[in-house]
């Protein structure tokens, strides 16, 4: 336990590398989650598909495959930015397809009779979903986009094998510092990811009553 | 259909190869000699003793370390480190098919002999004094130093760690290699991955500027690919590989070392070595003396 405690800005510093990179893939993944989701509902059947073979292909690949191909495919076809981005570009494309099918399940749940209206009074398809549905929509995402963010904090561990000093990389330093308190470095870890997942959990819980409607 | 029956038949075709391979497998020209009578040798009580009576051994590796503990396709660790573990298990009295190879990583080599998971660790792992306040160590066996490998025609200069400044230097976290340049040189750029072979390809994708770990395991890297890499070729610490045994036997500490000051006397401790990692390290080295000493 002392090896922690000592040790504290270690952890500090891994896990506000955590904390950072879910900020940045979950705002990247909002977007281009709502994204994918407007393309899978459009009336254009190309962009159904090209939605569609995302959701599919992405959803249904190992992270850590993602990651392998962010990481050592992108410089293959030299593009080439630091390990930090290439983590967040990786977990950004793995959330959106989480993200996507939540906002389209949010999109179904409002009635057709809503988005009809919209467009039979002259509302385009963008304007139709930007200023009618997804408002709707947004009530019932939030408590699926609860259970995918807090899943991205935990995936965030992912990145330790990829270059960057994060939680579990940080728990990884104190364990080679000290193999005599690996159980209590191990359960320092975990405590820290439930204590931050329950924090996000309950931050999502005041969101979810604040777009409720009465 | 037809493609998938093809691919069924493949399959059963590998899977009978490979079971085959693992039945002839086991009588390489590398075993190490087995003293079938070793069990009645030994004093009552020892550990030695109890380990021969059981005749089974379970010893703790790497399975990802190129020459030293590398388990391939066909399902058997091979290395250096396996070879030294058999030498053991041979003045035991005990095959090479009774031991119980476990794969070990960095992390989880103390807690292992703590809880008695496994009799013994051959792992590359460093005599250290913070492992040795909770395991033993025997040996050591094998004498690494860190070095540095870089690109080929060694574009940044680097002839040793101070040159490091700046550089993107990739290691794996949680090492002793890692630590080293976090302690000492941490003007260095330290990029972590989860395994070596992530490191070499993004050296050689140009994403580092160089990879540091054991001399041993960089070679390694070298002889694979070498239009590609080289190594500076200064090792610039001391990495003892000791043999970690669980605390309070010291016997079975004194018996290691008798084996393997024994091994290196009628040549098997050089053959273990020359048939794993000396296909690429051409120097066959000495076996360090002396063992430094199982008094706690």
Known sequence: MDTVLDNLDVFVEGFTATLSLTALAAIGALLLGTLIAAMRVSPVPPLRWLGTLYVQSVRNTPLTVVFFLVVFG??????????????????TLYTAAFVAEAVRSGINSVATGQAEASRSVGMTFSQTLRLV????????????????????????SIAYAFGIFEGTQAMNRLINEDGSAVIAIIASAALVYLGLALLSAAAFSVLERAVRPA | MRALRTSTVATATVLALTLAACGGGSGDDTAAPVQTDAASTFEEGTR??????????????????????????????????????KLIAGALG???????????????????????????????????DKRDMVVDFAGPYFEAGQDILVAKGNPKAVMGPDDLTGLKTCSVSGSTPAATIQMKYPQAELVLFDTYTKCRDALGNGQVDAVTTDNVILSGYVSQDPDKFELVGKPFTEEPYGIG???????????????????AENGDYAEA???????????????PTPPRGCDK
């Open chain 1, 74 to 91: 992108l410089p293959e076809v030299d593009v080439i930015v630091s390990f930090y981005r290439f983590a967040v570009i990786a977990l």
């Open chain 1, 133 to 156: 549905v997804l408002p709707q929509a947004f009530a019932n995402i939030v408590p699926p986009l609860a259970s995918i963010f807090i899943a991205l904090l935990k995936n965030t």
């Open chain 2, 48 to 85: 030695m003793k109890e380990l021969a009576d059981a005749g089974k051994l379970t010893v703790g590796t790497k399975f990802d370390q190129p020459l030293f503990g590398l388990k391939g396709l066909d399902g058997q660790p091979e290395g250096f480190d396996v070879e030294i573990a």
């Open chain 2, 94 to 128: 005990i095959a090479e098919d009774d031991i119980t190879f476990v794969e070990t990583v960095s992390a989880n080599r103390e807690p292992f002999l703590e809880q008695k998971k496994v009799d013994m660790v051959v792992a590359t792992y460093t005599i250290n």
């Open chain 2, 245 to 263: 045994i669980p605390e309070g036997q010291e016997e079975f500490c004194d018996f290691i070392n008798e084996t393997l000051a024994a091994a």
């Open chain 2, 273 to 287: 070595f020359e048939s794993t990692a000396g296909e690429v390290i051409k120097d066959t080295p000495e076996l």
